[in-house]
């Protein structure tokens, strides 16, 4: 028998609040419904490398202040810690930082320190405030390395879905961009 086998396993914790929901990309060993309370997922993020180009940007979610949001919180043993982070931070690229922030699993309402992408504001691809027909338009037409943005925002909205915590700010944009894509794809 191991005898490391009854040893506790340190976890180190990452929340995912939105490609990490369903694609995250790294080796983990428990993946829970989770929330951070004090932020909201909203398109504040100009994509030029997975969901657009810098000639054709689109656009993704990043967390601003705001009541509160859901995701995944993923468990990530130290074997996999350093390997798991070093990609995250490839992934995500600059215009994010990676920070630690408590979360609240769903499904006991147990606290966990959990490294969080949040943009950052200086950076260029920081965009919070653009106007929402500009949005649409980014999320309706760009494609990047990872696909089109609105495959990326229906992915999205599918796993909140499924999770039975659906987003109506994402289920709006959804009909929007679809709209504008039956729009314009018809004229």
């Known amino acids: ?34 929330y951070l309370p004090g932020f909201a997922r909203r398109f504040c993020r100009l994509s030029v490398r997975h969901r657009g180009s810098p000639e054709s940007p689109g656009m993704v979610v990043g967390l601003m202040p705001g009541p509160g949001c859901e995701g995944v919180v993923y468990g990530i043993d130290s074997a996999n810690r350093r ?74 909205v599918l796993h909140l879905r499924e999770f039975g915590t659906p987003d109506p700010l994402l289920e709006d944009m959804l009909l929007r961009v679809r709209e504008r894509r039956a729009d314009t794809e018809s004229g």
């Not at 950076?123 to 990326?152: C, F, K, M, N, V």
């Open 1 to 34: 028998m191991n005898s490391n086998q009854d040893e506790p396993v340190e976890l180190d914790f990452v929340f995912g609040y939105g490609s990490l929901i369903w694609r995250p990309g790294f080796p983990f060993v428990s993946r829970e419904r989770a």
């Open 83 to 156: 390997a798991a982070l070093e990609y995250l931070d490839e992934r995500e690229g600059p215009g994010y930082a990676r920070t630690r922030l408590q979360v609240s699993l769903a499904a006991n309402q147990a606290h966990r320190m959990a490294w969080v992408y949040l943009p950052d504001p200086d950076h260029e691809t920081y965009a919070p405030d653009l106007p929402l027909e500009t949005r649409i338009d980014l999320i309706a037409w760009a494609q990047g390395e990872s696909g089109r943005a609105i495959d990326y925002l229906e992915d999205l």
